[in-house]
């Protein structure tokens, strides 16, 4: 598996201000009078199928709770099965919540009501799925501009806008080109531009790119990267792909049978998995290409000479072997003028080549 994260390519999140998220205690359950699961510890903490034998219900997602920053790209990721998906559609409410709150801009949208909520998914949040759910009797210039016809947009400015977004997208010359005309990498980017089109808060990926081959798979990776580089949105993208979920998250939820299981960024989840579950799903990751210099970094010893170069604890160890390796003397690990640590051949090369640790 070749991956590595995109941190250094896109805007930071804005960890320090106000959540544009916030998600608490939040359940699904299908299934015969699901509101009781929540409101029973013991039923609560039943396993899936235990839950099944003894009510007939599942908990699709089972108290999870994050929070959301302005500018993050917060991945959640999970095998089938998972929950993830299930999650996406609740903080949408295309699946109705069975307990807990979803906080949106400072509004819990599970009090909203429906007219509230229309509003909500036209001007606020936008969705991409796996399925583009184009319109194959309009060009591609009119899909685009739907949300904005269905919003009331006078058509002067639908088309505007919606060119905008198609350059943005990287499809000038298809405005007029229909669906069927264009490849599935196309086709998701008008998609895309669909979804960009009304100027969301946040947009919401569910699986959007699972469908496409690997190569358009990739393409369209960056093309997430770039646009959030240049536009700033904030995301929330569902995966089950570890190494897409590394590529594009700023931190990543891990979900199994609904459950959060681990809630990092990539070289948190890489460094110290909090359980065998999560170890082994890091385990063919290039720790290398990961992990950043705070983690392998040491404390200055006796007899170091510590007027070396100065390397930000934030920079990745591949990114780091030429400066280390080139260096005669440790290489210090500083932030903020605050010496941390210092890094030698000795442990970036054990990390070139090691296993990752048990």
């Given at each position: 598996?070749?991956?590595?994260?995109?941190?250094?390519?896109?805007r930071a999140p804005a960890r320090?201000?106000?959540?544009v998220i916030t998600v608490r205690?939040?359940?699904?359950?299908?299934?015969?009078?699901?509101?009781?699961?929540?409101?029973?510890?013991?039923?609560?903490?039943?396993?899936?199928?235990?839950?099944?034998?003894?009510?007939?219900?599942?908990?699709?997602?089972?108290?999870?709770?994050?929070?959301?920053?302005?500018?993050?790209?917060?991945?959640?990721?999970?095998?089938?099965?998972?929950?993830?998906?299930?999650?996406?559609?609740?903080?949408?409410?295309?699946?109705?919540?069975?307990?807990?709150?979803?906080?949106?801009?400072?509004?819990?949208?599970?009090?909203?009501?429906?007219?509230?909520?229309?509003?909500?998914?036209?001007?606020?949040?936008?969705?991409?799925?796996?399925?583009?759910?184009?319109?194959?009797?309009?060009?591609?210039?009119?899909?685009?501009?739907?949300?904005?016809?269905?919003?009331?947009?006078?058509?002067?400015?639908?088309?505007?806008?919606?060119?905008?977004?198609?350059?943005?997208?990287?499809?000038?010359?298809?405005?007029?080109?229909?669906?069927?005309?264009?490849?599935?990498?196309?086709?998701?980017?008008?998609?895309?531009?669909?979804?960009?089109?009304?100027?969301?808060?946040?947009?919401?990926?569910?699986?959007?790119?699972?469908?496409?081959?690997?190569?358009?798979?990739?393409?369209?990776?960056?093309?997430?990267?770039?646009?959030?580089?240049?536009?700033?949105?904030?995301?929330?993208?569902?995966?089950?792909?570890?190494?897409?979920?590394?590529?594009?998250?700023?931190?990543?939820?891990?979900?199994?049978?609904?459950?959060?299981?681990?809630?990092?960024?990539?070289?948190?989840?890489?460094?110290?998995?909090?359980?065998?579950?999560?170890?082994?799903?890091?385990?063919?990751?290039?720790?290398?290409?990961?992990?950043?210099?705070?983690?392998?970094?040491?404390?200055?010893?006796?007899?170091?000479?510590?007027?070396?170069?100065?390397?930000?604890?934030?920079?990745?160890?591949?990114?780091?072997?030429?400066?280390?390796?080139?260096?005669?003397?440790?290489?210090?690990?500083?932030?903020?003028?605050?010496?941390?640590?210092?890094?030698?051949?000795?442990?970036?090369?054990?990390?070139?080549?090691?296993?990752?640790?048990?």
């Open positions: 598996m070749t991956t590595q994260t995109a941190a250094s390519s896109r320090d201000a106000a959540p205690g939040l359940w699904k359950v299908f299934g015969p009078d699901p509101s009781r699961v929540p409101r029973s510890p013991e039923l609560a903490a039943l396993s899936r199928r235990e839950l099944m034998a003894r009510t007939g219900c599942t908990a699709a997602v089972r108290e999870v709770a994050f929070d959301v920053a302005p500018g993050e790209v917060f991945v959640v990721m999970g095998l089938s099965g998972s929950g993830k998906s299930t999650l996406v559609r609740c903080l949408t409410r295309l699946v109705e919540p069975t307990a807990g709150e979803v906080v949106f801009e400072g509004e819990d949208i599970l009090r909203a009501d429906a007219r509230r909520l229309r509003e909500l998914r036209r001007r606020k949040f936008s969705m991409v799925f796996q399925h583009f759910g184009l319109l194959p009797y309009r060009r591609v210039l009119e899909n685009v501009g739907y949300g904005l016809e269905i919003r009331g947009t006078g058509r002067a400015e639908r088309v505007r806008r919606a060119m905008e977004v198609i350059e943005l997208v990287g499809l000038d010359g298809y405005a007029h080109a229909y669906p069927d005309e264009l490849s599935g990498g196309m086709q998701q980017r008008v998609g895309l531009a669909r979804a960009l089109a009304g100027d969301p808060d946040v947009l919401f990926f569910d699986e959007p790119f699972s469908a496409l081959d690997p190569l358009i798979r990739r393409d369209m990776q960056n093309e997430v990267i770039r646009l959030h580089r240049e536009v700033g949105k904030t995301m929330v993208f569902i995966t089950h792909d570890l190494s897409e979920a590394l590529k594009l998250g700023d931190r990543i939820l891990i979900m199994r049978d609904g459950r959060m299981v681990q809630t990092g960024t990539g070289d948190e989840l890489v460094g110290a998995p909090a359980d065998d579950y999560v170890r082994d799903f890091v385990r063919d990751v290039p720790r290398a290409d990961v992990l950043t210099l705070r983690w392998i970094m040491r404390p200055p010893r006796p007899g170091d000479v510590l007027d070396g170069p100065e390397l930000s604890p934030d920079v990745v160890v591949r990114d780091a072997v030429r400066d280390v390796l080139a260096a005669d003397r440790p290489v210090k690990v500083v932030a903020d003028g605050e010496l941390l640590g210092v890094v030698a051949a000795e442990q970036l090369l054990a990390v070139l080549a090691g296993p990752e640790p048990r």
